[in-house]
C-alpha cells in the first residue's frame, strides 16, 4: 500500500532555530498539504500546494514559514526561526485529485517538533 | 467558520456495544472523510462518503451522510478496546483552495 513518509519522527530544537520537515508523498499524487496539531488539539490545515506554488495558506502559515517541492519527491515545511508555541506534530498529506474526483487524502505519520 | 465539527467529543462504552459519533459542517462539500487517530500517533483514513451518496459501509464501520442537515454519522458496530482512538470528520469543500477542514474530534474509549 502506498503511504506518505515524514522525517524525523521527532525533532527537538532550539527557540530561533530553523528547522525544516521533510515528507515523501506518493510518487503519483499532485496536491500537497501540511496540517499541525497542537497537543490534544484539533489538526489545522497550515498550507497547500499544487503544480509548485502554494494553493491556499492559513493565517497560521505566516512569514517565517515556507514550503517547497526541491526535487519533485520530497515536499519540505521550513521554520525559520521557532517559537515556542510551535511545538506541535506536523502531518504531511498528499492526494490525487480535487473536487468531485477526489479520493482521500494519504497522511503521514507525522514529525513531532518540540521547541525548547 | 469551522468545518467539522464532532459531538460527542468524548464517549465511552463498553467493548460489543456500538458507538455513534456525529459530525455537523457549514458549508457545502464534494465529500466528508473520517479518520482515526491513536494517541500521538498519524491520522488513519477510515471511509469517505462523497456528497451525492447517503450511507457507507466499510467492514463494521457504517457512515451516513446528511447534506440538506450538513450532517454525517459514523457507526462503530461490535465494538473492540482497540478501536479506542480520536475520530475526526473533515470536509472538503472542492472549491478555490481545496484542503480538508478538520473538526476537533471524539474521543472513543473502549472498555474491555
Known amino acids: 500500500e502506498p503511504e506518505v513518509t515524514q522525517t524525523p519522527s521527532h525533532q527537538v530544537t532550539q527557540m530561533g532555530q530553523e528547522v525544516i520537515l521533510r515528507c515523501v508523498p506518493i510518487s503519483n499524487h499532485l496536491y500537497f498539504y501540511w496540517y499541525r496539531q497542537i497537543l490534544g488539539q484539533k489538526v489545522e490545515f497550515l498550507v497547500s500546494?499544487?503544480?509548485?506554488?502554494?494553493?491556499?495558506k492559513s493565517e497560521i502559515f505566516d512569514d517565517q514559514f515556507s514550503v517547497e517541492r526541491p526535487d519533485g519527491s520530497n515536499f519540505t515545511l521550513k521554520i525559520r526561526s521557532t517559537k515556542l508555541e510551535d511545538s506541535a506534530m506536523y502531518f504531511c498529506?498528499?492526494?490525487?485529485?480535487?473536487?468531485?474526483?477526489?479520493?482521500?487524502?494519504?497522511f503521514g505519520q507525522g514529525t513531532r517538533l518540540t521547541v525548547v | 467558520s469551522q468545518q467539522g465539527e464532532e459531538d460527542p467529543q468524548a464517549l465511552s462504552i463498553q467493548e460489543g456495544e456500538n458507538a455513534t459519533m456525529n459530525c455537523s459542517y457549514k458549508t457545502s462539500i464534494n465529500n466528508l472523510q473520517w479518520y482515526r487517530q491513536n494517541s500521538g500517533r498519524g491520522l488513519v483514513h477510515l471511509i469517505l462518503?462523497?456528497?451525492?451518496?447517503r450511507e457507507k459501509h466499510s467492514g463494521r464501520l457504517r457512515v451516513t451522510l446528511d447534506t440538506s442537515k450538513k450532517s454525517s454519522s459514523l457507526l462503530i458496530t461490535a465494538s473492540r478496546a482497540a478501536d479506542t482512538a480520536s475520530y475526526f470528520c473533515?470536509?472538503?469543500?472542492?472549491?478555490?483552495?481545496?484542503?480538508?477542514?478538520f473538526g476537533a474530534g471524539t474521543r472513543l474509549f473502549v472498555k474491555a
Open positions: 498529506a498528499s492526494l490525487n485529485g480535487r473536487g468531485p474526483e477526489a479520493t482521500e487524502a494519504f
Open positions: 473533515a470536509t472538503d469543500r472542492g472549491t478555490g483552495g481545496f484542503k480538508t477542514i
Open positions: 462518503i462523497r456528497s451525492n451518496e
Open positions: 500546494f499544487y503544480n509548485n506554488e502554494i494553493s491556499e
